[in-house]
């Protein structure tokens, strides 16, 4: 019987058939391409996918049923160290690498008068000269020689649009009669124009000629949980260009009172605390998640106390950014009220027959009006001292404030206003009216 020769029948029939090849061919294609999707899925979600299986590992960890190894260490506490470094360090070095180059340092300069010293020939010859030979007592004098400009102050920004538009802080820009300088990440510097403040919320946006500027992405911010890895960037103490600090999101919804070096002061509702370090200089600047997206500007930072700082949140300053890329200027709605959240401590401090609402009263500084003159809410009676108690039937409190309720109406609303009027209680009915910028 004749040997047959498996090996050269297979190559025969199934090798070298032209069907078997294309459909390898085919199959090794689509393979490969499968492949291609799912690592690119694998990485762009990178974050997610790493979060998750924290989590698991986590969860194993707390489990009382858990036992611990030789070293002292479960494999689950060993993974998630690992873990933790890796979201950490390498996350964070991403946010910052892709947004770096679209925050911007904010120099504020001034003319100012320049002055030298000089001795007037006419004045009187200083007795003590003749028994000091060689030493002169009279008393120099300064005049004014001209001016000079000079850096007075500084803050951060960043790029929200190819074309230069850059959103920060009201109150890094407040100035009138300064000039500001926008330097971007490549060393560059260039004259800025403010094109809006917002007279309610700490927010301006300032204009730099030029085009494909890099520009950071919008997150959004009513997603953020407590506890949250956060990034912020930031020109610290005016000195400092691009400084990074990273912590976690500490607390959201806060109310605070916010004051700038020239004793202004205005009350931010629903701002976002951070233990990231932010300095003065870091006003105006990104707080970013760790995919790199802004979900704060920084604004405040605590006196007198370590790692408590204040972001206003994104999704309150969406609209402002969008007014002024379609107007050229910031238009919303405004009652035009100063006040002070009514708690339960503040009740009993002012003797207050009511825990709740909003007490209409004045700022610090003369300019600091409770009611601004021709202003909706002067228009409907509204005086200092009285308590705005609802706002459309809608109790004003922690969660529901009364700047978040109003950033929510269209100009030409009329809102219903629930007030205690010395002592009484009546409604009110206001028609909201264009904030004016200032």
């Known amino acids: 019987m004749q040997d047959i020769d498996i090996v050269k029948i297979l190559r025969k029939k199934i090798f070298l058939n032209k069907n078997f090849v294309y459909v390898f ?28 299986f924290a989590k698991e590992y986590l969860q194993e960890i707390q ?7 030789n070293e002292g260490k479960s494999t689950a506490e060993k993974i998630i160290e690992k873990q933790t470094i890796f979201t950490q360090e390498t996350f964070v070095i991403d946010a910052v690498k892709k947004t770096n180059p679209a925050v911007v340092s904010i120099m504020i300069s001034k003319n100012v008068p320049k002055y030298e010293a000089y001795v007037d020939p006419n004045q009187q010859q200083d007795p003590l000269s003749d028994l000091f030979p060689g030493f002169s007592f ?9 001016i000079e400009k000079k850096e007075i102050g500084g803050g951060s920004g960043f790029l929200v649009s190819s074309d230069g538009l850059i959103v920060t802080n009201k109150h890094v820009v407040n100035q009138k009669d300064v000039e500001y300088t926008v330097f971007t990440n490549d060393g560059k510097k260039h004259t800025a124009t403010v094109v809006a403040r917002d007279p309610v919320l700490d927010i301006a946006l300032l204009k730099i000629v030029g085009s ?9 911010s009513d997603s953020l949980q407590v506890g949250q890895s956060v990034v912020a960037i930031g020109n610290a103490l005016a000195e400092f260009r691009n400084t990074v600090s990273v912590g976690v999101i500490s607390g959201l919804a806060r109310s605070v009172v916010a004051g700038d070096s020239s004793g202004n002061t205005e ?24 995919s790199g997206q802004v979900i704060g500007v920084n604004v405040a930072v605590a006196q007198g106390s370590q790692n408590i700082g204040f972001a206003l949140p994104i999704n309150s ?4 950014i969008e007014s002024v890329k379609n107007t050229g200027k910031i238009i919303r709605p405004y009652l035009g009220v100063r006040y002070v959240a009514i708690n339960t401590e503040m009740k009993e401090k002012n003797n207050l027959t009511v825990d709740y609402g909003v007490l209409v009263k004045a700022g610090a500084n003369q300019n600091e009006l409770a009611v601004i003159p021709g202003s909706p809410a002067d228009k ?59």
């Open 25 to 52: 061919l085919v199959s090794l294609i689509s393979l490969i391409v499968i492949l291609a999707i799912g690592l690119g899925l694998i990485w762009h979600y990178r974050a997610n996918v790493f979060d998750y």
């Open 63 to 69: 489990n009382p049923n858990n036992t611990l190894g």
């Open 138 to 146: 009279n008393i120099p004098q300064y005049r004014q020689n001209g």
């Open 212 to 220: 494909n500027f890099p520009y950071l992405t919008l997150g959004n």
């Open 267 to 290: 009350l931010l509702d629903h701002v976002i605390q951070t233990d990231a370090a932010i300095n003065p200089g870091n006003s105006g600047g990104p707080l970013l998640n760790l």
């Open 317 to 320: 300053v969406k609209s402002a």
């Open 380 to 438: 409907a009676g509204i005086v200092e001292n009285d308590i705005i108690l609802e706002v459309d039937g809608v109790k004003l409190d922690e969660k529901n404030t009364l700047a978040s309720i109003v950033r929510q109406k269209k100009i030409g609303n009329t809102i219903t206003l629930k007030i205690l009027h010395k002592g009484a209680e009546k409604t009110v009915r206001v028609m909201l009216e264009a904030a004016k910028d200032n």
